[in-house]
């Protein structure tokens, strides 16, 4: 069913399925927790618009369960984002530029407050946040609308992969200035509408992104802690660890 398309009622489904209307109305429940219908009162269930937040939920339970979650993403990012900087240096207009220089712009001036002395914690979060903007940028300046969906529902696990992967590239004596290089690359490759040598980019950043990884979880024995959890947690971590 289409988007804004009502539900029949709950007898017209009862008698249609064969089943109780307290199996119809829980079944719609279900439906609306997923978030593909809307119910308001005094009105029939209507179908929504998908959004990715049963995606999302499938992979931040992953990256919170299991180490292994983190490279699966990874790997999934490594076919996906390849493709995405191709086509984003084919078919990026103006404002998609625009919008990838903005978040990249905003990792900098992350970066740049961080050495200042300001909050640390804080510093790398806009940080992350800015990079999955980057990366987001991207995806929609491909033109593929399943890639800007996939990047959309992704947003959050990713800033979580982000948050890991940065602890093994400090680990390996890498600095932010060093991972707005590679985010540099990639953007200058897509501004010259050269779809090779941006793909080239992006996969040289994310294989370097799962060497940071390895590290990362190398150091902490797999007890990764989520990325809101900040220093305090990873360093309990590490003790759980040993």
């Known amino acids: 069913m289409v988007p804004g398309t009502h539900l029949p009622s709950e007898a017209e489904l009862a008698s249609r399925y064969a089943v109780s209307r ?3 109305r829980e079944a719609v429940k279900l439906l609306e927790g997923r978030g593909l219908v809307e119910i308001a009162r005094g009105r029939k269930a209507t179908v929504r618009e998908p959004d990715g937040s049963a995606f999302t939920d499938f992979l931040a339970a992953i990256i919170h369960n299991d180490a292994k979650g983190v490279f699966d993403l990874v790997e999934v990012r490594l076919s996906l984002e ?76 990713l800033a979580e992969g982000f948050f890991i992967s940065r602890r093994g590239s400090l680990a390996r004596g890498q600095t932010l200035d060093d991972t707005i290089d590679a985010h540099q690359r990639v953007l200058d490759a897509i501004r010259q509408g050269n779809g090779r040598l941006a793909g080239d980019a992006m996969r040289n950043h994310l294989k370097d992104t799962m060497r940071d990884i390895r590290v990362a979880v190398s150091e902490l024995g797999g007890n990764l802690p989520p990325a809101s959890a900040g220093p305090k947690s990873l360093a309990a971590a590490r003790r759980i660890a040993e």
């Open 22 to 24: 307290l199996t119809v």
């Open 82 to 157: 390849v493709q995405s900087a191709t086509l984003a240096a084919k078919r990026a207009n103006r404002a998609g530029l625009a919008a990838i220089e903005g978040a990249l712009a905003e990792m900098r001036a992350a970066a740049q407050r961080a050495v200042a002395g300001e909050d640390r914690d804080a510093c790398e979060r806009d940080f992350n946040l800015a990079d999955v903007g980057f990366h987001e940028a991207i995806a929609l300046s491909s033109g593929n609308r399943i890639l800007s969906y996939l990047f959309e529902a992704m947003a959050g696990p």
